[in-house]
């Protein structure tokens, strides 16, 4: 970033929680221009379908970065948690939900995109992540 930022007519890529002061393009999504924005880019995960797994449980994102569906930003990096359903000692699988439920949840989303500068999962994809966690045992 500080080479885009301290050079002339320059342009990089970084991920939005890096960018800082230096504009960032609006994309291209159908007919119209995305600004970023955190809404945005959660809204790409939400129009995008889940890879069909085996497991219903096992959430599978593959971004659609040619969508045209209006407000989304597909230009995202999408982080994973990944966990063993069955765990051989009750309270290992108690500690692993109780973290994810927590890293899932508003607060914990909140707690990420002010430490981080990641985008909050949206109230729906949220639920949906939190059905998962519950098979956790």
Same mark, same amino acid.
């Given at each position: 970033? &500080? #080479?885009? /930022?301290?050079?002339?007519?320059?342009?990089?890529?970084? +991920?939005?929680?890096?960018?800082?002061?230096? &504009?960032?393009?609006? !994309?291209? =999504?159908?007919?119209?221009?995305?600004?970023?924005? $955190?809404?945005? #880019? /959660?809204?790409?995960?939400?129009? $995008?379908?889940? =890879?069909?797994?085996?497991? %219903?449980?096992? *959430?599978?994102? +593959?971004?659609?970065? $040619?969508?045209?569906? %209006?407000?989304?930003? %597909?230009?995202? !990096? =999408?982080?994973?948690?990944?966990?063993?359903?069955?765990?051989?000692?009750?309270?290992? #699988?108690?500690?692993? #939900?109780?973290?994810? /439920?927590?890293? $899932?949840?508003?607060?914990?989303?909140?707690?990420?995109?002010?430490?981080?500068?990641?985008?909050? *999962?949206?109230?729906?994809?949220?639920?949906?992540? *939190?059905?998962?966690?519950?098979?956790?045992?």
């Amino acid at each position: 970033m &500080s #080479a885009v /930022a301290n050079g002339n007519n320059t342009i990089g890529y970084a +991920d939005a929680s890096r960018v800082g002061d230096p &504009s960032v393009a609006a !994309l291209q =999504v159908g007919d119209e221009f995305v600004d970023y924005s $955190t809404e945005a #880019a /959660a809204a790409v995960i939400d129009a $995008t379908p889940l =890879v069909e797994r085996d497991n %219903p449980n096992d *959430l599978v994102v +593959d971004v659609d970065r $040619t969508s045209t569906a %209006p407000g989304v930003y %597909p230009l995202v !990096l =999408v982080s994973y948690l990944i966990a063993c359903e069955d765990y051989p000692d009750a309270d290992q #699988a108690e500690l692993v #939900a109780a973290y994810l /439920a927590y890293v $899932t949840s508003p607060e914990g989303q909140a707690a990420a995109a002010e430490s981080a500068g990641s985008a909050p *999962l949206s109230a729906d994809f949220s639920d949906r992540v *939190l059905e998962a966690v519950a098979s956790i045992r």
